[in-house]
């Protein structure tokens, strides 16, 4: 597609239940990131998935947490039993992933999905 | 210490202004740097990469200084679209090349 697309858009869902979040990157990217952004923080990196290697977990919370992707396309973010502190804007972004070292990339990110634990 | 910090402002500047943000980062092997814009409720978006030399965009200039590990974004004649907040990014190198680490941003309000 265009973008990197995310669903849903909101989500809210009782505490205790599990979510699955959704990315679809932009066709091409060999690259996807999945980063948490609480209200009024920054990014907190959560994973990083870079063509067929071992994804980069080092930044996921907990191990409620989990993330796949097929081949280079969607990425699914889980999170079981959900707690209220996971309330944030999970961020999806993909990019034409690691060219050389120290080329001049940016990342596109999707729109987020807005999640309330209640 | 925070590997990307930036002056959390906020910055309150009148239309026309000239303002400056800074930005350290603590990873002497980092590679790539950029400066991202995220407005009130939406994503991040690139808005321009930064590069050893200096760059320029419009009303933008964005320097790095790899000795001192310090990056900075000057706006010129500053617009009220340009209140946001500004990310300053590091890709740190090395195996996790792919990985960009968000400084904490420095929110801009332009007024009239």
């Known amino acids: 597609g265009a973008g990197v697309s995310q669903s849903p858009s909101n989500k809210v869902t009782e505490k205790g239940k599990d979510v699955e979040l959704r990315c679809d990157p932009i066709?091409?990217?060999?690259?996807l990131y999945w980063y948490r952004q609480r209200l009024g923080q920054g990014l907190e990196f959560l994973i990083y998935?870079?063509?067929?290697?071992?994804?980069?977990k080092s930044g996921l919370p907990s191990d409620r947490f989990s993330a796949e992707r097929t081949g280079e396309s969607v990425s699914t973010l889980t999170i079981q039993r959900t707690q209220q502190e996971d309330s944030a804007v999970y961020l999806c972004?993909?990019?034409?992933?690691?060219?050389?070292?120290?080329?001049?990339?940016?990342?596109?990110f999707g729109s987020g999905t807005r999640l309330t634990v209640v | 210490r925070k590997e990307v910090e930036q002056d959390p402002g906020p910055f309150n500047v009148p239309e026309g202004a000239t303002v400056a943000f800074n930005c350290t980062y603590s990873?002497?092997?980092?590679?790539?740097f950029f400066w991202y814009r995220q407005d009130c409720r939406k994503e991040p978006k690139l808005l321009m990469s930064?590069?050893?030399s200096g760059n320029e965009d419009g009303r933008f200039t964005a320097q790095l200084n790899r000795a001192s590990q310090y990056i900075s974004l000057l706006i010129r004649d500053s617009k009220l679209s340009d209140s946001a907040t500004y990310l300053c990014?590091?890709?740190?190198?090395?195996?996790?090349?792919?990985?960009?680490?968000f400084g904490q941003g420095t929110i801009l309000t332009v007024h009239p």
């Open positions: 930064v590069y050893s």
């Open positions: 998935f870079q063509g067929n290697s071992a994804p980069d």
């Open positions: 990873n002497s092997a980092s590679q790539s």
């Open positions: 066709s091409g990217h060999t690259a």
């Open positions: 990014v590091v890709n740190r190198g090395g195996t996790s090349y792919g990985k960009l680490t």
């Open positions: 972004a993909s990019s034409l992933g690691a060219g050389a070292i120290g080329d001049n990339y940016g990342y596109t």
